[in-house]
């Protein structure tokens, strides 16, 4: 079995965006309600726009994660199977390795109570025998590929090699 991620370490400008539209939004909202005697001088029209339009950037923000945006700038790849490895070229052998750590489970498109999740939550930390410690993270797209993941480590551990994971139940 082999299952390709694609890697990232900075957040896209949109992403940046995107979080700076949210805490505006929020900012006024909570302006609105802990200060409405000073707004209440304001045009009610401008005030009625400027609700709506944080309120629609509050909403859409939830399905984000959803959508074909991609949050992340991809600086790699991370290349998963059963006897390997590869970090943007780099291949680790599972007999080389101390440890291989993941906190992962997150996907494109799961539902979570703040919207729909972009997959970007996920780690991997490869600990060398030599104690050369590697971390990534890196993005599961689908249901299918979180799913492929977690038969691979599910197939590691059974092999003998250790794995530890947080968000993957490997029993």
Known sequence: MKETFET???R???YKIISFAIFASITFVFSCIFFSNIISKAPQFLMVCVFLI???VLISSMFIGGSSIKTYIINGHLILTDSS?????NIYFLKDLFCVETTAGRYKGLGTRGGLDDGTGNKITITTKDHIIIKTKFVVVSKTQRDNLTKLLKYWKANGYKIVS???DLI
């Open 12 to 14: 896209s400008h949109v």
């Open 8 to 10: 990232f370490e900075k």
């Open 166 to 168: 947080n968000g993957i």
């Open 85 to 89: 490895i590869t970090l943007n070229q």
């Open 54 to 56: 944080s309120m629609f």
